[in-house]
């Protein structure tokens, strides 16, 4: 699926939800004739930083499940504003191993038309159906790692069953970037060996208390840092899915690179 870009994170608590979203707001403020979806599929509802109710993934189970086509109004039902589309992931947590990973394909296969772009954060666990099912549905994946050991030594502890499900990952992120930390970009490119190209830093942002307590991205709170890198990473996904950055909006730009 072409416009599906999918984001996982190798543990909790490394920004994988705060960065999807970010991403998907990031397009969708300065696309405006795009129309994006920000999918949490991950066994929570992870909806910190939205400021109002959102249709979940639980009220569509039963049409997922029976194999129903979502409806054409499913893109109305998960508006949020403008050309921005939420759905939330499971209210009720412990129900997440009720999910079969090819019923997630089929949901995602099934609403993905009514979208230029899907963005999906599959959380950090890659051992229930809402994650394998986005990550096997993915255009582009990216994992989302930390700056620091237990990080990437999870990642490499996890590779083999990673690889087993024959997940593949097209971009590495770390996430909270600190330039002097001695965890360094070239640090992971080596001891990853991975080509640099792929590898994407976004920088260590302190406000993550405020922003769960606003319901707010770090994008929304106009973090220039933060929002520059993510805007790079928007662009790459742009490039890559083929979508024309000619329609972008002029109005409420914080980028220089917009202005």
Sequence with gaps: MENIIVFHGIDYK????MLAQSVAQIIADNYQNLSVLFATLNGRKSCEYIRKSVKTVDEYKLQ????????????KECKYKENLHV???????????????????????????????????SGNSIDNGLAIGALESGNKNYI???????????????CQMINSLGVNFDGFIINKYIESDLYSRKYFEKRLNVDRKLVKTVAYVDLWREA??????????KNQRYSDDVYKISEEILR?????????????IIWKNFM
């Design 212 to 221: 769960e307590h606003e319901n707010k991205t770090f994008v929304e709170m």
């Design 87 to 121: 759905l939330g992931g499971l209210v009720a947590e412990q129900e997440e191993r009720y999910y079969h990973p090819d019923s997630i394909r089929y949901l995602l296969d099934s609403v993905n038309e009514q979208f230029d772009l899907v963005i999906v954060d």
């Design 64 to 75: 997922i499940d029976s194999r129903i086509f979502l409806n054409k109004e499913f893109s």
């Design 240 to 252: 890559d899915t083929g979508l024309s950055s000619e329609s972008r909006k002029k109005r409420g």
């Design 14 to 17: 490394v920004g994988t939800t």
């Design 144 to 158: 989302v790692l930390g700056q620091q050991e237990t990080s990437i030594s999870r990642y490499e502890k996890n």
